[in-house]
């Protein structure tokens, strides 16, 4: 189990049980998200200084909406190509409650980057750390005072990731490792001979590409493939259209899970506006209404009178 471990398992009102059974099926730890083509960064770390311009990403996911402890995520990103394009930086933020877990973690991103013919070769790491609670005292038991229940533990974690990725203009491809790092934690102290793993590997191969159906729309298919073990393979499938170099429109299908409608606004050459929304298709369907997700992008550059041109990914 990846967010709930054993020792969360007793005992717990029947809400609370559906949610960890859920995520038992899910094997979610890396917060899954919907517009992910749009902020690859926690995904990917050679994404870093891919985009033409400096560029920063933020993003609100309200998950399952209706569950009592469904996940709740906040992210803020920011990368850049530095001047002579072989090197990729960023910083990547998130916040995220799910349960009685929350997490805060905090990300750098360095990418190498080889120009090729048509595009451009990049890997890339990450390092950074991870501020872990679950708030135990926080679970409705059956038993007053039960012991398993009445630690806060308390930890700051290390990790790092690896990715590799290639693109185009038209095309991108990749697969990364965004956590190497399997730690630990103890229901009572944090740390100890009894902590149990709350961090797995994740595996993601993605890509997707565009292509013209006329001057005024283009069709971009995506994918996007997640493993970790013990669980089912998952995939993000999906289709969007282009009007006019203005508007986003699609469809994807997640595995297992939900159906999604996503939308995407080009309000002006640097700012881009995102909402989708997912309709779960699974058991927990009758406990939640669905999902929301919401991103801001903005691409700037430094460089005077130079056009900002969008890109598609």
Known sequence: MKRFTKYYQKKLVLVAALFVASLQVQAQ??????????????????????????????????????????????????????????????????????????????????????????????????????????????????????ISFMGTPKLTVPNAGFGTYYY???????????????????AITGKGKNAVDFQYWHYYIMGGYVFPVSEMVKMKPTFMIKSVSGAPIEADLGMHALFNETIWLGCSYRTGDSWSAIMSVQLNKQLRLGYSFDNTVNDLKKYNSGSHEITLGYDFSFVKNKIVTPRYF
Do not use: C
């Open 29 to 146: 730890f890396e917060p899954q998200f919907t517009q992910y083509m749009f902020n690859e960064m926690f995904i990917n770390p050679a994404y870093a200084g891919s985009r033409e311009h400096a560029s920063l990403t933020a993003l609100y996911r309200n998950q399952w909406v209706g569950m009592d402890g469904a996940p709740k995520t906040q992210t803020f990103s920011g990368h850049t190509a530095l001047k002579n394009e072989k090197f990729g930086v960023g910083l990547s933020i998130m916040n995220e409650d799910i349960g009685v877990t929350h997490d805060l973690s905090f990300f750098g991103n360095y990418a190498y980057r080889i120009p090729m013919q048509n595009g451009f070769f990049s890997m890339g790491v990450q390092a950074g750390l991870i501020n872990h609670q679950e708030k135990l005292f926080d679970v409705k038991t059956q038993d007053q005072g039960d």
């Open 168 to 186: 185009s203009k038209n095309f991108y491809v990749g697969l990364s490792i965004p956590r190497l790092l399997q730690n630990k934690v103890d």
